[in-house]
């Protein structure tokens, strides 16, 4: 037995030591051959080692590698998609026979990489391999390397369907404890906006360590916009458990769909700023604070992928809300130019393609909202995009004690939005709208009221252009300023009375504004503003297509009055600077006959005609109440008015 034993280990030391002899003068070029035919069927992609193979053996033997080179896919724009001048590497043999891959220095020299994306969107570093890769589970199985230097790397990508061209360069840097930290850098072009890239993360060795985090330093400019990513990932393979901080600020939230993918409104430039945490496959911004404009912003906002569609989710808040920076979210500019339009509804189309692209889900609140006009208290919008129908339910706008209710629907999966569009007036105080004029404090009263519209355009504009529905605006019962009512009606003597004296509140009977709305023209039927003093009848129209109005306010007083003026106001021009003035024919018919009178009989007698009677006569305000409140077809009745004698 003993005899068996003694010439097995003369035989194993034998065969150990022509093992190393072979090795030691084994010409290694001759396994280029086989390795590339190896790699290159696994990959089906050409790839070949062009320059010498050597190994120095040790229990930690050194390989290099000389002039590697991998095909780029057969539709690439580029004969190679990966080039590398010289790989140098140890491996540790005992660590390997225990399972384990041990690289204590890996060396790169001129590694060049070149990705790209076909128009279908497929990319050539998609291997159609013949065995299932899997991935890490976690860190630790990631192989362990100490020391990574890369010398003069480069890599760059291009994706014509986005005009996508970015040029990296990749390099190491030794950092505190001798670790190699992996930077990267570069710039671009994306979307034909200047991009830039400086990112740093730990060394190799770190990234092997599942009880210390990975860290990661991310600057990115795209045009104006600018993001800065702090932090860790407990798992940086898969992109878990991320703890950032992260900086976003830029001209216009709109310029982010090129890369999220999901259309945003324009807005005002921004800055913000929130914690980035990811639960499978959503990314949240959490804990997020900052400003649009002169608004301030927070709350949450995530982001992910659903089958092939990006989607966005918000809640956010606003205690300090501008509302002229939303005005992108009708398709308004919010930084308008030096040179303003001259149109009054934004003209710019929306953009279908960004609507149809990617989902979204946002809900938002404001409160203490700044606005130029409306007295606004709170407003509230749920927006929801689902494959280009968007719905924005509900569009409440709280003021004082009352509401406006709203739910909007914009089908965008048509050449042509169809928009349809359903509001509810609901107790509005008459004095807030007359908010910061000298008439608010002797006004009283509520409105209620109703607008259906529908439309087809692919810009407010053009949607208001062609609009259908009704508008239906009521009132009973308040009070308003009596100065207000003389101005209306042109009473000279009266409203000269008023501003030298207090300025009493008179009752209100009724005031009923409804609208027909074909074509984008609203017409009068009827408009009526009925007080005890004065009974005012408005008749015309507004023109939403072409932005002009040509509307007539006749005054029918109730009392007598000396020295009035009282002509048809008429309101006509553009809507953005309509032009309000007194019917000419009238006063000019006034004029002619003070001129005769007073030749004819006296001086006296031109006074005759600036003499109000005051025979105006009370409206039918409880059947105009009525026939406002039924659906737009029926035929209200036309309000009252007294034979002239």
């Given amino acids: 037995m003993r005899g068996i034993l003694k010439w097995a280990g003369i035989t194993l030391a034998i065969l150990v030591i022509a ?16 390795l590339s035919s190896r790699v290159s069927d696994a990959l089906e992609r050409r790839f070949a080692i062009r320059g010498d193979l050597d190994v120095d053996l040790s229990l ?25 001048d010289r790989l140098q ?41 013949k065995t299932q890769q899997k991935e890490p589970a976690d ?115 709109a310029k982010l769909y090129p890369i999220i993918g999901v259309s945003l409104p324009q807005t005002p430039p921004y800055k913000l700023a ?54 992108g979210f009708i398709g308004a500019n919010p930084t308008p130019r030096e040179r303003e339009s001259k149109r009054l509804f934004p003209d710019q189309p929306y953009n279908l393609n960004a609507l149809r692209a990617g989902d979204a889900d946002v809900e938002f609140r404001g409160d203490n909202i700044i606005t130029p006009n409306l007295p606004i208290d709170e407003f509230v919008a749920h927006l929801r995009l689902d494959h280009g129908d968007l719905s924005i339910t509900p569009l409440n706008f709280v003021i004082d004690i009352g509401q406006i209710t709203s739910s909007i629907g914009l089908d965008a999966r ?27 404090e002797e006004s009283a009263g509520t409105f209620i009221g109703r607008a259906n519209l529908e439309a087809r355009g692919n810009s407010i504009a053009e949607m208001l252009g062609a609009a259908d529905g009704e508008v239906v605006i009521v009132m009973e019962n308040g009070r308003i300023s009596n100065l207000l009512m003389e101005l209306l009606g042109l009473d000279v003597a ?73 002509a048809p106001l008429i309101i006509k021009g553009a809507l953005k600077t309509p032009a309000a003035y007194p019917d000419p024919a009238t006063l000019a018919a006034k004029g002619a006959a003070s001129v005769i009178l007073g030749t004819l009989l006296t001086p006296a007698g031109a006074i005759i005609p600036w003499l109000e009677l005051g025979l105006g006569e009370d409206s039918q305000c409880q059947a105009l109440i009525a ?18 004698r």
């Avoid at 093992?19 to 086989?34: E, H, M």
């Fill in 494 to 566: 009266e409203s000269l009375g008023l501003l030298l004296t207090k300025d009493p509140s008179i009752p209100i009977r009724c005031i009923v504004a409804n609208f027909n709305v074909s074509q984008g023209q609203m017409k009068t039927q009827p408009f009526v503003i009925d007080t005890t003093d004065t009974n005012v009848i408005g008749e015309g129209w507004i023109n939403l297509r072409d932005e002009t109005v040509d509307f007539r306010l006749t005054a029918h007083p109730k009392d007598p009055s000396l020295f009035s003026m009282r």
């Fill in 274 to 327: 929130g914690q980035l945490t990811r639960r499978k496959a959503e990314w949240a911004l959490k804990k997020l604070k900052g400003s649009v404009g002169n608004s301030d912003l927070s709350g949450a906002i995530a982001y992910g992928i659903r089958g092939e569609r990006p989607y966005l989710k918000g809640d956010l808040r606003s205690h300090r809300l501008d509302f002229k920076d939303l005005a």
């Fill in 89 to 129: 590497f140890n491996i540790r043999l005992l660590d390997l026979l225990r399972g384990r891959l041990v690289l204590p220095e890996i060396k790169l020299s001129q590694p060049r990489i070149f990705l790209e994306k076909n128009p279908q969107g497929k990319g050539n570093w998609e291997f159609a391999t």
């Fill in 60 to 84: 930690t033997p050194r390989i290099t590698v000389n002039q590697v080179e991998l095909a780029n896919a057969s539709w690439g724009s580029r004969s190679q998609m990966f080039t590398l």
């Fill in 627 to 644: 026939a406002a409140r039924q659906t737009k077809s029926a035929s209200p009745p036309k309000p009252a008015r007294k034979k002239r």
């Fill in 414 to 440: 048509q050449e042509k939005i169809a928009t349809k569009a359903k509001i509810e007036i609901n107790r509005v105080p008459l004095k807030r709208l007359l908010a910061n004029t000298r008439f608010a």
């Fill in 139 to 253: 860190r630790t199985e990631f192989p362990k390397i100490g020391l990574l230097s890369i010398d003069k790397g480069r890599l760059d990508y291009r994706d014509a369907r986005t005009d996508t061209t970015i040029d990296l360069d990749i390099s190491t840097a030794v950092g505190r404890s001798e670790e190699r930290a992996i930077e990267l850098k570069g710039d671009g072009s994306f979307q034909q906006e200047k991009f830039t890239l400086r990112a740093q993360g730990g060394s190799l060795l770190s990234l092997w360590d599942k009880n210390k985090p990975y860290p990661i330093d991310i600057n990115i400019a795209f045009g104006d916009t600018k993001a800065i990513a702090r932090g860790t990932f407990v798992e940086p393979l898969q992109l878990r458990e991320p703890n950032l901080t992260v900086d976003l600020q830029g001209p216009d939230l």
């Fill in 19 to 34: 093992i190393a002899l072979v090795l030691t003068f084994l010409d290694w070029n001759t396994l280029r051959g086989p």
